[in-house]
């Protein structure tokens, strides 16, 4: 039930956000060369001669009616702006997550179990080097290696799965490794540092004792029970990945949820961006709520009055 | 366990790295080895919000429409104008009342034959409810004489009238009555319908244009291709105009032969391009002039010798350096508001004090128009980034010369709402080019638009009205020579330096040529 405070809030601060910022989209979509009255008309034609507070409830009934409005530059309903993006930036986050999960696992696993290994150390020094390389820079790396020098992938654009399945993995290839890693590096470092742990732990002794092999503690006992701070990581990972999507999709030119808020802006598309934010922090919340929920599944101890 | 785990990392990083994509490259389709329709694939860095010609006057749009629409007339390669859908025209003896013959047998996109009610339909749109409708404002009636003759009266005279027809910002392309008459809203495709050798096949919002031949294209054989008009057809099956927003994925895209065409490269490019094997570098010139806006509606710019101070105190080489990244190639310096390229156009009137730096002058007139100190807002931005790197030396130029300025870093919907707000001393701008002289004289007439900031000067407005007024192309040649000596003496603002833009293309592109608008007309692959 806290969640509709949280969205009144957001709305608000999406509404006020991006009107705080100086720029008329009339302005723009008419160009500096538009004369006075053709953007007072414009302005008047997008309801954007009335006063703030009245802009404000309009906007509100409308989306509590369920009606995000008409984006200024696009002219589509933004709802469909939204859902027609919206396959593009999810496929983008899942292979990312993906790349992070199965990059940042094994390798926080593999670590653990050798500490201070030179493949402890080396592990976790590329996962620093990976955390503080800012994506759009590994991103662009990524293109003049594999798509530029060696011509392995496309460096730019997106197919949808259903017109090619091939063309569709080729083209997530890159932007889901230069959005993942970063995060599989985190991942790693968490994997690592909560698998330490639980393999200092009585129970994974007790198990030793038993004779049971090797894999099966690490696989079995100990990994199971660092699942949770994993999955925090995960969980928050999926969120970061998703803001990050913005930088991505713009380096590679993927036409997704990012791309669109980023254009949005830079156009002063108000409803258009109020409609991205407003759906952007729903998926942060109901992500949250994800997490929560299994927290509870995972931990026993963790209930929920 | 530990083993396993190994083999597990070692399988990912393959996957990932080796023989993945490998193997993904050989199920896709290779870009180099697509048989079948001839489609050139270019990489845009615009986006536009509608694509009806009559309704806006971006760059892109302008580029689109001559592919798709034809007007009674456009413009020469000499940027004079040239005949396309009129056969013929006539002008009576006072010079306002224009008749015009049509090409008979001319095929819209939807095959229908264009008659000269297409014509008056078009044209009455255009002025009422078209982006330039302004230049168009003498147009008192247009007449149907006969299905292929139709009759423009003007309220007076106009020498500027053919040239307003003509003119490709915002172009009056002629489309079919039933679906231009009364359209006071952008049109949409497919009501897009137009006589050019490319219609519009599809168009897929901030992704992708795609042009597709015009089988039924009725050619203009009366002279050979030249400008925007003349004998021009459709080589390829397809133009895909792909909107790719980083100019170094553009690159890396026509490096991989994923794009045939990218536009508006980043200048460091060029070396890279020229030493290509498989690409060539595409010098765009004429593109823009880049200038320096001046507020004359408030201190100090409002007083002509602190405009002047400004003009004789700035080493535009230096500045164009700055602009292009040190390459000549892409900075042109010469006094005229028209392009050399613009042969009917240009003139050199200002030689002696366009780029003559001269500091104690500067500083003698800045403290004879009583300049009191107060720092100047030098507004620009950095999503057009030339725009930026052209403010960046202005600065310490003119604090050298004594004004304090301020730099003011917005984005670009920023800078135009300050601007408008009129809250700004100077700004960085560009000026695309204008074919047709009148479509830029906003920023020189008295009171004409906001855009002139204040500037009012009666000589200037008396040359612009001789422009405007004068049918004899020499003539209006000259008025527009008068009012460049006038610019040169009271500065409404200050002309920086002639930029051109980088696009690279494949060397498989057959028949490209370059002119202020890229024409993918005659050109095969």
């Known amino acids: 039930m806290l969640l509709v405070p949280a969205w009144l809030i957001m709305g608000a601060a999406a509404f006020a956000l991006i009107r705080l910022i100086p720029g008329d989209p009339a302005a723009v979509l008419l160009g500096m060369e538009a004369t006075p009255q053709a953007v007072a008309e414009l302005r008047a034609r997008l309801g954007l001669d009335q006063p703030l507070p009245v802009q404000f409830v309009l906007w509100l009934t409308r989306v509590i009616q369920g009606e995000l409005g008409r984006s200024f530059f696009l002219g589509q309903p933004v709802l469909d702006a939204i859902l027609g993006r919206l396959p593009v930036t999810l496929s983008l986050t899942a292979a990312a997550l993906a790349c992070a999960v199965f990059i940042g696992v094994p390798i926080g696993i593999r670590a653990a179990t050798r500490p201070n290994s030179p493949s402890d150390l080396g592990a976790m020094a590329a996962a620093v080097v990976g955390l503080s390389v800012p994506d759009f820079a590994l991103g662009l790396g990524l293109i003049v290696l594999f798509g530029v020098s060696l011509q392995w992938l496309p460096v730019s654009g997106y197919v949808p799965l259903s017109r090619s399945p091939a063309g569709f993995v080729q083209h997530l290839v890159l932007p889901a490794l230069a959005l993942g890693m970063p995060q599989g590096a985190l991942i790693a470092r968490i994997t690592r540092s909560s698998m330490l742990e639980a393999l200092g732990a009585d129970y994974v002794r007790t198990a030793r004792a038993k004779g049971l092999a090797e894999p099966a503690v690490v696989g079995w006992h100990a990994f199971r029970n660092t699942l949770i701070h994993v999955l925090t990581v995960v969980g928050s990972a999926a969120v970061v990945l998703l803001g990050g999507a913005f930088v991505v999709e713009t380096v590679f030119n993927l036409p997704g949820l990012g791309n669109l808020v980023v254009m949005a802006v830079k156009r002063r598309d108000y409803p258009l961006v109020q409609g991205c934010l407003l759906l952007i922090s729903t998926v942060v919340i109901v992500v949250n709520l994800v997490v929560d929920v299994l927290y509870a599944y995972l931990d026993p101890q963790i209930r929920y009055g | ?525």
Not at chain 2, 22 to 40: E, H, N, R
Not at chain 2, 397 to 402: D, K, P, W
């Open chain 2, 1 to 525: 366990m530990s083993r396993r785990s190994l083999i597990a990392v070692l399988f990912v990083f393959a996957g990932v790295f080796g023989w993945a994509p490998g193997w993904l490259a050989s199920l896709g389709p290779s870009p180099a080895a697509a048989q079948g329709p001839k489609i050139l694939r270019v990489a845009t860095d615009t986006n536009l919000p509608w694509l009806d010609p009559h309704m806006g006057t971006a760059f892109t749009l302008r580029e689109l429409s001559s592919h798709v629409f034809e007007g009674l007339v456009t413009i020469g390669e000499d940027f004079g104008v040239i005949p396309q859908l009129a056969e013929s025209w006539s002008v009576s003896g006072d010079g306002t009342e224009y008749t015009f013959k049509l090409r008979p047998g001319v095929k819209f996109h939807n095959g229908r034959t264009v008659t000269a009610e297409d014509v008056k339909a078009s044209i009455d749109r255009f002025v009422q409810f078209g982006a330039r409708r302004g230049d168009l404002g003498a147009v008192q009636a247009v007449t149907v004489v006969d299905p292929l003759t139709v009759r423009i009266s003007l309220k007076q005279a106009q020498g500027s009238f053919l040239g307003a027809l003509a003119n490709p910002v915002a172009l009056l392309g002629i489309m079919p009555k039933e679906l231009v008459q009364g359209a006071k809203d952008p049109l949409q495709p497919p009501q897009l319908v137009g006589t050019g050798p490319f219609r519009l096949a599809q168009w897929v919002r901030d992704q992708q244009i795609t042009l597709q031949r015009f089988d039924d294209y009725t050619r203009d054989r009366r002279i050979p291709a030249s400008g925007l008009g003349g004998d021009r057809s459709a080589l390829l099956d397809e133009v895909h105009i792909i909107s790719t927003g980083e100019s170094a994925t553009r690159f890396a895209g026509l490096e991989r032969g994923d794009f045939d065409y990218a536009m508006a490269l980043a200048p460091t490019a060029f070396e890279r391009l020229r030493s290509s094997a498989t690409l060539d570098a595409i010098v765009l010139k004429p593109f823009t002039q880049v200038i320096l806006q001046l507020n004359a509606n408030r201190a100090p710019f409002n007083q002509v010798k602190a405009r002047q101070a400004v003009s004789r105190g700035l080493d535009m080489e230096s500045i164009m350096r700055g602009v292009t990244g040190n390459q000549p190639a892409f900075y042109r310096l010469q006094p005229s508001l028209f392009f050399p390229e613009q042969r009917v156009w240009h003139n050199t009137a200002g030689e002696d004090v366009y780029n003559r730096k001269n500091v104690d002058l500067a500083r003698r007139l800045l403290k004879e128009s009583g300049y009191d100190g107060r720092p100047i807002a030098l507004v620009t931005n950095r999503d057009i980034e030339w725009l930026y790197r052209a403010a960046v030396p202005v600065q310490p130029q003119l604090e050298a010369i004594g004004f304090k300025v301020e730099l003011v870093v917005r984005d670009w919907p920023g800078q135009i709402a300050q601007q408008k707000e009129g809250n700004f001393d100077m700004a960085t701008n560009g000026i695309s080019t204008r074919p047709e002289p009148t479509g830029f004289d906003y920023l020189f007439r008295c009171g004409a638009s906001y855009e002139a900031y204040g500037y009012c000067d009666p000589e200037m407005d008396k040359a612009l009205a001789a422009g405007v007024r004068e049918r004899e192309p020499e003539r209006r040649a000259q008025a527009y020579a008068q009012a460049q000596k006038q610019f040169y003496e009271t500065v409404p603002l200050v002309k920086i330096g002639d930029m051109f833009q980088l696009d690279g293309a494949t060397k498989a592109l057959k028949g490209y040529r370059v002119f202020f608008l890229r024409r993918f007309w005659n050109v095969s692959k």
